[in-house]
């Protein structure tokens, strides 16, 4: 989700909207913390903060492409699985080490659609944004998997016929929340309830919004293809199967090539009357338009084949965002259906009587429709399938109308951000609800009683830390899920510890039960109870700094616990565990809002001290830069410019034997370039050679070089190990889902791998011990054998 409500305080100056932050991190609840996100159809702002999806998707498209698309990570993971294949044979050991699932299972993360088995009782099917497609057989409380874990994990539909037959749209439509999505290859058939796939068509679709099965025949299936979010074209609009999937035409083309579909609803009482939505938008590096003259409603009166637009009392000017629409089941006369503005906020409700001959605005207001700035995030309606009054509205909020959308209240009791509701037709009265929290059933028709799932692995993670005195305590920054403390053990229940969204966490190095949490733009508390109550307040009202990244970076010096570094656009030092701050360098970005290259923010990403020398610091930053100081920050040095790849830097590392041996990993991709992911200093930062090579073509999120000599990266798509001076690289773990690794930490006396996963939650693997690796360091000896090194991890 995006909890970030920096969005609707946009009014307020950076000082009043840091102190709000602040206020967020020493007293959010991260399962009701309402989110944000930006409605842009100019440019970025300029100001002193990011956006959520800017930061995960500007990292990715900070080379300055215009595409991200599916193609790209395709490709990736195409050279991961390569590569794994390939190391298998040298380095067994290596490759086959398994990961096992840390947790959480309680936390949950972004559903967007359900699906509710017509045979099996109490069973349904759900789609997790970036986490695959999930089993439930005892009415949601449980889920396991029912998608590879070797494949894209981005899915935006599911839907099931009666005789068990299940089709799943990968891609997520929902054009980037407080994170990223991603794209999708195209819709997958299941004949076994998900216990075997296969892709059956549009490789080109990018996101699939909805699916809609005729119930008359159900090898007629409906596909709402909302196409790639970057690049116009592609299959976009509404498209049919007539044989169960194995072949599909496009039945409904879009406007004009940057609008497709995002919804697709059939009258039961009469298939050949379909009803679409279609979406005009469109996400570029430095702008996004979310609106415009492609976005509208259709009908098909025979079955697909021709197609009207729906227009009476409708707008039809460009100011349209998303549609939401849908009919009522027991009156599929009665149609509903809602459009935000072009730059996001709720614009207006409509009902038909008539099958959409003709429409009525309802009296709903923005307070009712609780769609807040970004109506995009939603567009979705849902009616009880009893009764054509009974009406709910995703929003922010849950909104429940029973008087046929005159008017909405809220529904209390569940997660911010609502996708998706399906009722059992079953059991009387039960209702499943899909949020960026996971997943609920109510048993009173969707008016109250909400009780979440106990078992929903597919939470997206942004950061984690374990304690070093004991492997098994960790803490976790999560995507529309707040801050959380795992100190209950393996598969044990993890408990909310405040934040907004939870970004960078940390525990103290000597004593786990201080616990540090971050919400977005380093509003950071500490705690003293493990991350509970009373909380001190530091970073936003305490540093100084006029920037600050969402995951503005919070460190502790490795041969101090009492000594921390937190960074804006300014490097600043507390040496009393966090409580006070002081700066320690100047402004060492060139971005900002007053930046004549125009590039909107200047952040520190990234920074790192050196284990074996205290003076010595590294620094990465969003717009590319490096800088190192050998005296504590008396004096920066930066790395030449011409060095270094220019995209955003996302991590630093130090060596830690030798201060001198550092490491940088970059986002973004080389698409052809000779662009680095992975770059190494020997002389202290003054000099960088690019030690990747070999590695997938795909962003890296994460370095460590551990004591004996190795080197872990954390990348969109997996995790790698080489040498401490890289050459040949080795897929490290089998078992670890195709989600992106947002970060790794390791533990060293345990010799313990933790990776956070966006997507699949929290996993661990033990690093083998490579006794020829030791036998190498000091590390300024450069004849290295890589191959040598790692076949010692045989051992």
């Known amino acids: 989700m995006r909890a970030t409500f920096v969005r609707r305080h946009r009014g307020l100056t950076a000082t009043a909207l840091v102190a709000l932050l602040a206020t967020v991190a020493l007293t959010a609840s991260s399962a009701t913390v309402p989110s944000a996100a930006p409605s842009l159809a100019t440019s970025y702002p300029t100001g002193p903060m990011e956006v959520p999806d800017e930061w995960m998707t500007a990292q990715r498209m900070s080379d300055g492409s215009r595409d991200l698309s599916v193609v790209k990570y395709t490709r990736a993971r195409g050279e991961a699985d390569r590569l794994a294949t390939r190391t298998r044979s040298a380095y067994r050991p290596l490759a086959e080490r398994p990961w096992s699932f840390f947790g959480p299972a309680n936390i949950g993360g972004r559903v967007v659609d359900i699906a509710v088995d017509p045979q099996v009782p109490d069973q349904i099917f759900i789609a997790a944004a970036s986490g695959g497609v999930w089993k439930s057989s005892d009415a949601g409380a449980t889920f396991t998997p029912a998608w590879p874990d070797g494949w894209a994990q981005a899915i ?341 510890i405040g934040c907004g969204d939870g970004l960078q966490t940390l525990i103290h190095p000597e004593n786990p039960n201080i616990v540090f949490g971050c919400s977005q733009y380093g509003a950071c508390y500490r705690s003293e109870t493990a991350g509970g109550t009373p909380r001190q307040s530091i970073g936003t009202g305490q540093t100084t700094s006029q920037r600050r990244n969402w995951l503005t970076p919070l460190q502790f010096d490795p041969n101090d616990p009492n000594v921390m570094y937190y960074a804006g656009n300014i490097v600043n030092r507390s040496t009393d565990n966090g409580r006070t701050w002081t700066a320690i360098s100047p402004d060492l970005t060139g971005g900002g809002p007053n930046d004549p290259s125009g590039y909107p923010w200047g952040t520190i990403t990234s920074v790192a001290a050196a284990p074996s020398d205290s003076a010595t610091l590294y620094v990465g930053t969003d717009d590319g830069r490096l800088w190192w100081t050998r005296d504590l920050g008396a004096t920066w040095q930066q790395v030449d410019p011409g060095q270094l790849p220019g995209t955003w830097v996302t991590r630093v590392a130090v060596n830690p034997r030798d201060a001198n041996v550092a490491y940088a990993t970059f986002s973004a991709f080389r698409s052809g370039s000779d662009r680095a992911h992975v770059m190494m200093t020997r002389d202290g930062g003054r000099t960088w050679t690019d030690i990747g090579r070999g590695l997938p073509d795909a962003p890296v999120n994460s370095v460590i070089p551990t004591a004996d000599g190795l080197l872990l990266v954390g990348t969109d798509v997996g995790v790698f190990v080489s040498a401490w001076n890289g050459g040949e690289w080795a897929a490290l773990g089998t078992t670890l889902p195709k989600a992106a690794v947002m970060y790794l930490r390791y533990h060293e006396p345990s010799r313990q791998l933790t990776a956070a996963t966006f997507g699949r939650g929290i996993y661990d693997l033990t690093v083998p011990r490579c006794p020829a690796a030791s036998t190498r360091l000091p590390v300024r000896d450069p004849g290295v054998g890589v191959v040598g090194v790692l076949a010692s991890c045989r051992a």
Request: net charge negative.
């Open 156 to 496: 935006g539909a599911i839907a099931m016929t009666s005789d068990g037959v299940l089709f799943a749209g990968t891609g997520e439509a929902q054009p980037g929340g407080g994170s990223i999505t991603f794209g999708g290859d195209g819709v997958y058939r299941s004949t076994d309830r998900g216990a075997t796939w296969q892709r059956v068509g549009l490789a080109d679709s990018h996101a699939i919004g909805r699916f809609a099965v005729d119930p008359s025949d159900e090898d007629r299936v409906f596909a709402a293809a909302s196409g790639n979010l970057f690049v116009p074209g592609g299959e976009r609009g509404v498209y049919l199967t007539e044989d169960g999937g194995d072949t599909w035409r496009q039945v409904l083309a879009p406007p004009n090539d940057t609008t497709g579909a995002t919804e697709v609803v059939i009258d039961p009482t009469d298939p050949d009357r379909v009803y679409a939505a279609m979406w005009d938008h469109l996400r570029e590096p430095h702008q996004r338009t979310y609106g415009g003259p492609g976005s509208s409603l259709w009908r098909s009166d025979d079955g697909g084949e021709t197609w009207a637009r729906m227009t009476t009392g409708l707008p039809t000017d460009a100011d349209q965002g998303r549609w939401g629409l849908t009919l009522a089941p027991s009156d599929p006369q009665r149609l509903y259906a809602y459009v935000g503005t072009a730059l996001g906020p709720f614009r207006a409700f409509y009902r038909s009587d008539d099958g959409g001959d003709t429409w009525t605005q309802t009296p709903v207001s923005t307070s009712q429709a609780s769609q807040s700035t970004f109506s995009w995030w939603f567009g979705k309606i849902f009616v009880d399938p009893g009764n054509a009054d009974h009406v709910f509205l995703m929003g922010v909020n849950l909104m429940r109308s029973t008087n046929g959308a005159r008017s909405f209240s809220s529904v209390g009791g569940v997660h911010a951000d609502q996708h998706v509701m399906r009722w059992d037709p079953k059991v009387p009265n039960r209702v499943y609800l899909g949020n960026d929290g996971g997943v609920y059933r109510s048993q009173t028709n969707g008016a109250g009683g909400w009780v979440k799932a106990v078992d929903e692995r597919y939470t997206q993670f942004y950061t984690v830390d374990v304690a070093q005195t004991d492997p098994s305590l960790k803490v976790g920054g999560t995507q529309d899920n707040g801050c959380n403390r795992g100190y209950n053990g393996v598969g044990g229940p993890w408990n909310a």
